[in-house]
């Protein structure tokens, strides 16, 4: 069953529960595939689904994050209360021994030697980590191994 499938059958039980704030969150993931497919005249594959996903996740971190440090603790709970529900559709997450597995294997892949390589690893990971490690964090494991 494909990932757009799964995030409407779950809004339809959301509905039926009642569930408001479960089916707040789903509905503004499926209002994002929805005009992202509009915009670009495709049908999103499900990757392209856990990168909005993805997207929509780190938004909710960064937004709480700038409402706990104005002291609107009550905006910051709305905005962590959505995250498991965006979680719940993306990949299991990768273990630090996967990913520093994985950044080996690209940087042998590739023949990377310096940092100046780095956007070719970085393009050989992200398919591989995408939804399922921060990208920010794995950029900087790479940069480490790279120097």
């Not at 789903?26 to 909005?52: F, G, H, P």
């Not at 962590?80 to 690209?106: C, G, R, S, Y």
């Not at 940087?107 to 995408?130: F, R």
Request: charged fraction near 30%; glycine fraction near 6%.
């Amino acid at each position: 069953m494909s990932l757009k499938v799964q995030l409407q059958d779950a809004q339809k039980d959301a509905l039926r529960a009642k569930a408001k704030a479960r089916l707040s969150t789903l509905r503004m993931v499926m209002a994002a595939i929805k005009q992202r497919e509009v915009d670009e005249r495709i049908e999103l594959s499900d990757e392209q689904i856990i990168a909005i996903i993805t997207k929509q996740v780190k938004q909710r971190q960064d937004a709480a994050q700038q409402y706990h440090d104005a002291g609107r603790e009550d905006l910051a709970e709305h905005e962590l209360a959505e995250i498991p529900v965006l979680q719940e559709f993306l990949p299991k997450p990768l273990t630090e021994d996967e990913v520093a597995e994985l950044i080996a294997l690209a940087i042998e892949q590739t023949g990377a030697s310096g940092v100046g390589d780095m956007g070719k690893v970085m393009g050989v990971l992200k398919p591989q980590v995408q939804g399922r490690a921060d990208m920010g964090a794995i950029s900087g494991l790479v940069r480490s191994k790279l120097n």
